[in-house]
């Protein structure tokens, strides 16, 4: 069992509503692997959720990508894509109308989801909790509740229970083989909001990164 699949099997139960998702292989078919438990949910894959692009230092190593900033997408350009992407995201699910209860996955890649966590929590005017990462395939889980002070709960970070039966391979991750290409990926699951109530007052969000390469 791969990482991607046991995610899916670990949420298959979870009453999911949305299922969003970077267009880009590796997220979409973590995405896809949770969507086969939910077949009458809508999933949908967007470009608006994609990694930064870093143009012509794509595939170089991860430290030339540091100090360069003539090249893809900026920083900036990165971060109002994420505000951007996050308003969508709340019309496609009509979050402040919806009369039931939401549970949206989200899943994209690590650089994009730092920037947009920074920007869901300055547009709800959260402070930003320190040095949050996340593993693959591990989510973080919160809650918006409208009736609630506060009305954001994060209940967990990090969660990596489903990978309890995910044999490691000798140079590898997870249960797959080892890919040179990939030894340096840095991904994460991101949180979310604090206005995020639906109409009926309470809506989940996961947010994830997606799993190794199968």
Known sequence: MNQATSLGEALKHEPVTHIFSSDLIRAYRTASAVAQHHPH????????????????????????????????????AMSERAFSAWHWILQETDVFENATDLFIVLVSHGLFLGSLFTAICGFYNTQKPPKIFWNNTAYLRFVVTSSNNPVFKVECVNNTRHLTAVQRQKGGVGSSKFDESQKSMKDFFVPSPTKLASKSGKSHLLTMAPSPPF
Do not use: H, I, N
Request: hydrophobic share 20%; net charge positive; no cysteine.
């Open 41 to 76: 949910v809508p999933f949908v894959p967007t470009t608006r959720l994609r990694e930064r692009d870093f143009g012509e230092l794509e595939g170089k190593p991860w430290r030339t990508t540091w100090s360069s900033t003539k090249s893809g997408e900026s920083s900036t």
